[in-house]
């Protein structure tokens, strides 16, 4: 943690014992600047990139490794590190006669999760290379294609764009992808970062490297939980071996380590003490379903999708006895302004989708098929916190 965040952390302090100083930086979506325990990938990701500080551009590349081992925190903190390299213009000297102003490629990062259509994707790009803001309406994809090649043909030494999140169900295809990478200009390098192996995916056939990330080790996380920790609640507000506890049943996955952290931390806070105990986190791994769905899936979804969800965390036993009840409860929430067929239908394209789950009830030993109910495949603590405070 750098100095300015520890300034800030005092500042918060208003002399009153609080355990929470800031529930975002516990999040499992939030990336922070400097990822703990990632050197080695920042090496190799450096290595890979390593054209960039000559001025010129990488290959096209595919990062890859299972949900919750770091992938998005290390790409997005370095992506935003190396932006910083354009606007430091360098004079290189090719002989003792002739020099030639050097100008580091610039860096965009994506999440397919947002860009879903070829509109989307090229607007996306445009807008993260201009100052001035990009029009979302009024516009067709061929005109933003023909700005993006204006922008880069000749004025810049490129771009490297990441892609993450790729493959998912909700993201652009693979084969979309390829497609969209072939309508970037040809000063255009990228870095598509999944979960598949790189013989399950035709990204690779684009690829000249794979690059691969393993789980945490348990240590590595317990460094990055109590790296969290120091940051977003009060001094000694977890002891080392509750962190540690919580990296052992996590096995590798930072996402639900970090859940499960936040999950304990709303124990603690709601019972009105200044620091976790052993059963909040005991509380906070019976919530997490195994496996579990990231909740970057699930706040990537629609407004709409997102306020049924919203609704379902909340529903008592009963109402979730079956699709039919929930469907019923959440239809007559004030907040949910839908059809009950359209909440249904929503319901049915997230289980497919694998967000929640569709288990069959017990038979009661009556006649016909029994009915299904929808469980959460997401901790609801975590999702509803952050749906509120967004």
């Not at 770091?70 to 090719?94: D, M, Y």
């Not at 059963?279 to 909740?295: G, H, K, M, R, Y």
Request: proline share 6%.
């Amino acid at each position: 943690m750098d100095i300015e965040a520890r300034i800030k952390r005092r500042q918060r302090h208003d002399g009153e014992p609080r355990l929470v100083q800031d529930y975002e930086t516990l999040s499992p979506v939030t990336h922070i600047d400097e990822p703990a325990d990632r050197g080695p990938l920042l090496e190799r990701l450096l290595d890979h990139l390593d054209p960039v500080f000559d001025g010129k551009l990488p290959a096209n590349a595919y990062l890859y490794g299972p949900s919750g081992v770091g992938k998005s925190a290390v790409v997005t903190a370095l992506f935003s590190q190396l932006n910083r390299l354009p606007t430091e213009t360098r004079t290189v000297i090719h002989t003792t006669t002739r020099a030639q102003s050097l100008t580091s490629p610039s860096f965009v990062y994506l999440d397919s999760r947002q860009t879903t259509s070829e509109f989307a994707f090229y607007h996306a790009v445009l807008d993260s290379l201009v100052e001035e803001s990009v029009p979302e309406h009024g516009i067709g994809t061929e005109t933003l294609r023909a700005r993006l090649h204006e922008e880069l043909d000749g004025s810049r030494t490129g771009v490297v764009v990441a892609v993450d999140h790729v493959g998912e169900p909700r993201s652009a295809s693979e084969s979309d992808l390829v497609d969209l990478f072939a309508g970037l200009p040809s000063n255009v390098s990228w870095l598509a970062i999944g979960r598949k192996r790189p013989a399950e995916t035709e990204l690779t056939e684009y690829t000249a490297e794979a690059i691969r990330v393993d789980p945490y080790q348990q240590q590595m996380l317990v460094d990055v939980l109590m790296t969290r920790a120091s940051i977003g609640l009060s001094q000694q507000a977890i002891e080392h071996d509750l962190a540690d506890e919580i990296a052992e049943w996590a096995n590798g996955n930072a996402h639900d380590a970090l859940a499960a952290l936040f999950i304990a931390t709303h124990h603690a806070e709601q019972a009105g003490r200044s620091e976790l105990i052993r059963a909040d986190v005991e509380a906070a791994i019976e919530e997490i379903p195994i496996p579990c769905v990231s909740l970057g899936i699930v706040l990537a979804l629609p407004a709409n999708r997102q306020a049924v969800l919203r609704e379902l965390v909340d529903l008592d036993e009963e109402e979730r006895s079956s699709v039919t009840a929930t469907t019923a409860a959440i239809g007559g929430s004030e907040n949910v302004d839908l059809s009950p067929g359209t909440v249904k239908r929503f319901l049915y394209e997230m289980a497919e989708a694998g967000v929640v789950e569709r288990v069959q009830a017990a038979t009661q030993g009556g006649q016909g098929r029994p009915p299904s109910r929808v469980e959460p495949r997401f901790p609801p603590t975590v999702f509803r916190r952050l749906y509120d405070l967004g």
